[in-house]
């Protein structure tokens, strides 16, 4: 919906969180919303699902090293709102934040959900994905490809799910990183996708090193992991001299603008099939 | 869903904003759900879909006396994006508020979308629904039954529709008012039933005069529309010798807890039959 993005004031929608002043502090909001047969399996576990809006949710705060304050929930009811509350009481006990308020609906074909989360930041100003420099070093928190992994497992009906099923956001990790970075986000839609937004944002290009890049996969599946998503790793910028608070794994370099926003080994990335998860 | 809204801290949930402070400052966010067949017709302009959207939550702020300071909006892509947005853009306007980010989502079968408003407190405390003591008397700005009227002009193809599809949030009746009230709610169920839950949150019970209501419509219509919702005027107690600066309908008198929550000429009002509007 490119006429919605392009609002004025709604820069962000879609990608980012909201950062706005209320008197001597500063609040980060976003919004994701999931949809049955899109953003999880019908017939899905309805805790796995609450588990995870929470984390998309949260994980976008951690990019901006926002702590949480708390959520509002909208709800379409389904067939397992028993479920949905339990996984989402864990979800919330897990992050230590509460649910503020919300709406739940009555509702017709695809169950549909949305979280909205509101954090402090904890620095400022807060990371964007825009403030890449050339010369800056490229990290990724860690590997990629867990999730594609564990979606695989869920859908053959064996083998380990968690890591889609029940994703991590690092919000430590983005709290204690934010004051060294010069951009960051989360990798919600592939590493490749996400590394290309980064750069085009902040107008740069990132050299992106293939093989210092950490896969949860055998080698062979190494470009598959490297553009699914659902992994909530965080990819930053930060200068090549700064002392890290956090392992992280240098993937490459932040170079000025060349014939992409982002090289893989030095070749030119363009359009979504070279890339990622695009929804 | 009973356990969500007894979940701890999201007690609010359905009927009411969130209030937390922040530094200085105290927030109210309210986040509301519409989904097609639900909350709107099929086949319903777009742009009043958004209108209405908006509207609900700036009546939700409204009823807290708090001034909006932005949005976040949830949209399941559908048929008419570009009269949504128009829509949209038209109410963001109106209410002199930004959007300031959210997600836009593919979906299957019925439209779903959530809006998510932020306002800043003007007046400490925030009315509550619960705060309505005996010998108050109670209030409602304007006429209810418009929006019923409406609806059925929208239905039926012909007549003046527009109080259904563009109900306006009385956002500075709301503000002006927050000072002097000692409960507060907008009436977005039906004018029975939202006070039946504000006589039930503040332990009271609001006695009525049934021929004191004001109605936007023919008297034989009467009890209809005291029960149809979507009108967004605001019901409020206030004791008894209150000046008010805006101009509001008596519709009757705060008592001790009676037999039901609400007395209508006297007579107990139970059950949702004798209600509105529940969703």
């Keep these: 919906m490119r006429g919605l993005a ?12 909201a950062v706005i002043e209320i008197g001597s502090e500063t609040l980060v909001l976003t919004h994701d919303m999931m949809s049955e047969g899109i953003h999880f399996l019908a017939g899905q576990d309805a805790a796995d699902v609450a588990w995870k809006l929470v984390t998309v949710n949260i ?20 067939a397992n709102d028993a479920r949905f509350l339990s996984g989402l009481e864990e979800a919330l006990h897990h992050y230590d934040v509460p649910l503020l308020g919300g709406d739940t609906i009555a509702g017709q074909g695809a169950q549909t959900m949305g979280l909205t989360a509101i954090g402090k930041a904890t620095h400022c100003p807060v990371p964007s994905r825009g403030g890449a420099q050339v010369g800056d070093s490229a990290y990724v928190t860690g590997p990629v490809g ?16 968690a890591a889609y099923r029940r994703p991590v956001a690092l919000m430590k990790e983005g709290i204690a990183l934010c004051p060294h970075v010069t951009a960051m986000m989360d990798i919600s839609d592939g590493l490749l996708l996400d590394a290309f937004r980064l750069a085009t944002a902040s107008n740069v290009t990132l050299a992106i090193d293939r093989g210092d890049v950490p896969i949860a996969t055998p080698e062979n599946r190494r470009d598959d992991a490297m553009r699914w998503g659902d992994d909530y790793q965080l990819l930053f910028t930060a200068p090549a001299d700064v002392a890290l608070p956090v392992t992280a794994h240098h993937i490459g370099q932040v170079i000025a603008r060349s014939s992409s926003p982002v090289l893989l080994d030095g070749y030119a990335l363009r359009g979504t099939q070279d890339l990622g998860y695009q929804h």
């Design 6 to 17: 392009d609002h004025p004031g709604a820069r962000n929608l879609n990608d980012d969180c």
């Design 59 to 78: 994980s976008d705060l951690a990019a901006k090293g926002a702590k949480p304050v708390g959520m509002l929930l909208g709800y379409m009811l389904g």
């Design 146 to 161: 867990a999730a594609m992994l564990g979606f695989e497992a869920l859908k053959q009906g064996k083998g380990d799910s």
